[in-house]
């Protein structure tokens, strides 16, 4: 779970690899199917560890999950050797503090990005430590039931972002547009998430922990869309791990953060409060015309968006000129 929550920036090298390999206009479907494979992958996989554990042993477990690990590698090795892989130039070779420097730089030129950046710190401020503290907490502590609960809540999440992947964000999308699917996915998580601690119902909050599950992926994989297929091909990967590196920053001031507060003013507060600022980000993303004009572009229209609105990002002064 805590992957997806972090997920919300950390679209790296795969997301800058995805618009290379699908048709034009696919790249919102692809995203999609990835995050359905990886929500599964998220659903089965703390089953699969349980299972080992409960029949053997954690060691057995262990050395199971090693073994995985290396058959990846193997698997890495064989594709890299038997396919040509065909490396991006950018004109000169850089070393790895200009490709940082060059990524502070496009993320500060490009507004609707660093506008994304700053949206995203505020989410895992506050939805970093709700799902790694403050839930656990709260079940265990607040309502004094068994981990099974926990178990529970941590699945019907899952569901929640395997439906909406697979159908809800696409029929949701298609029915208000991208802009609005965006809005309506961090109304949906901050309503679900005061409403969660609110109900006081175990099962009434393993029920709305589907519609979190389902409003991660209305922001997720519309704004993983947006910068895949906006940025030039060889500032993907980087405009990715700089964005994701600046709003991950925010996780461990949240956590933090949040036991102080949880333990001053209580888990409901705490919640309600953090719910609420997730729900003010919607006038915030209205305010910014920057991202309203990019999340109101379809996908073909998206493709070079930001190199054509924002080139002072991406090319030096001598570049342009050139190129003009």
């Not at 949040?258 to 609420?276: D, E, H, K, M, Q």
Request: positive net charge.
């Amino acid at each position: 779970m805590l992957r997806v929550i972090t997920g919300i920036e950390n679209v790296l090298t795969d997301m800058g690899l995805i618009p290379d390999l699908v048709a034009e206009g696919k790249v919102t479907q692809a995203i999609s199917h990835r995050s359905t494979i990886n929500s599964f992958i998220m659903l089965i996989g703390p089953v699969i560890a349980a299972s080992l554990i409960s029949l053997f042993s954690a060691g057995v477990a262990l050395y199971i999950s090693a073994l995985v690990y290396a058959s990846s590698c193997i698997a890495f090795i064989i594709l890299w050797f038997k396919y040509d892989v065909e490396a991006v130039s950018t004109g000169e070779k850089e070393s790895w503090f200009y490709k940082t420097k060059g990524a502070f730089k496009a993320i500060y030129h490009v507004k609707s990005e660093l506008h994304i950046a700053l949206v995203s710190s505020v989410i895992n401020f506050t939805m970093f430590p709700f799902f790694s503290v403050t839930i656990p907490y709260w079940i265990s502590t607040e309502l004094k039931l068994p981990a099974t609960y926990l178990g529970a809540f941590e699945f019907s999440f899952a569901l929640g972002l395997i439906a909406s992947s697979l159908y809800i964000n696409a029929f949701v999308r298609a029915w208000a547009g991208r802009l609005k699917n965006v809005l309506f996915g961090f109304v949906l998580l901050g309503s679900s998430v005061m409403a969660i601690v609110l109900m006081g119902n175990i099962y009434m909050s393993i029920l709305l922990a589907f519609f979190c599950g389902m409003a991660f992926i209305f922001i997720n994989v519309n704004l993983s869309t947006l910068r895949s297929t906006a940025t030039p091909r060889n500032y993907r990967t980087r405009m990715s791990a700089m964005a994701g590196f600046l709003s991950s920053l925010a996780n461990p001031f949240g956590v933090a953060i949040a036991g102080w507060y949880i333990s001053l003013l209580g888990v409901v507060p705490f919640t309600v409060i953090s719910g609420a600022v997730v729900v003010l980000i919607t006038p915030v993303i209205l305010c910014s015309l920057h991202l309203r004009r990019a999340l109101s572009l379809d996908e073909v229209e998206m493709k070079g968006y930001y190199e054509k609105t924002y080139p002072a990002a991406f090319y030096k002064p001598r570049q342009r000129k050139q190129d003009t």
